[in-house]
């Protein structure tokens, strides 16, 4: 009987087969079952835009390929920094192909592109008021209340949106209202926090679940919700709300931005982000430092008297 080692390496000829040895390559180094997620959505959005070019092998992978396919991405509402994500999980692959086979007459197309440029300037948060907005139309029974649970969890707790999908029922302490995040980047554990608010939308929605499934947000099949479907709950409630669609990350941006104006230390903050230095929280502070500017130019007392 062949094992899956076996099958990968069969497959290792077409692209699909190569992105499959990837993370096979990945697991056995010992990344963390999010990091494999990140590597295999990513790489998987990839993998049907080029087949949708007639993209299968991987010397069909250009410079121009790789170019195109980074602005299909902005061209279908990717971030900057979105983009930069896909561009890391490419280099990665390619990088490891280049290593791995060792192939004389392969140049690394990846090596002539440049990685999509990153604003130096802050990302502002999506305004609170959307997120009320999304909230307001999730009054459709279980499925309602399941993105309510969903929307107010990632804005209550902060955890990304891989680690959100990845929480089992038995990570959350519904009555203190602790959820155990096992694995986050990095291979970090943290535990992070829901409000009374957050706590009574997570028990309603517990309450509709008929499954037995381990996951703590599942689709209407009773499988465990991904990254992929995350984003079509967003995309589906920001269409009723009449609102442009929050990016996923977003709800993140906001919740610490929100912490900071509440004047909750950065130490603190870093901590229930899962940073393991306050650096990463610079780009917050600029938000918020530019809150103080503009309550000076509103209720400065000299330009008042003038």
Known sequence: MKNKEHTIIENA???RGLVDAFLHDRRAAGLSAM?????RQSLT??????????ITQIDDISPAVLRSFLINLKDTGHSDGGRHVF???LRAFLNW????FDRPDFRNPISKVKAPRLSPDPVEPPALDDILALVDTCKDGSTGARDKSIFLTLLDTGARAAELVALNLADVNQMAGEIHIRRGKGNKSRTVFLGKVGRRALRAYLKTRKDDAPA???TIDGERLTYSGLRQIIRRRAALAGIHPPQIHGFRRLFAVSMLRANVDVYSLAKLMGHSSIQTLQKYLKLVDADSKTAHIRGSPVDRLM
């Open 87 to 89: 561009f890391r999980s």
């Open 13 to 15: 000829g077409s692209l």
């Open 35 to 39: 990091s494999i997620r990140f590597y």
């Open 45 to 54: 959005t990839f993998l049907l835009w080029a087949k949708r070019q007639d």
């Open 216 to 218: 703590l947000f599942v």
């Open 97 to 100: 192909y280049a290593v791995e």
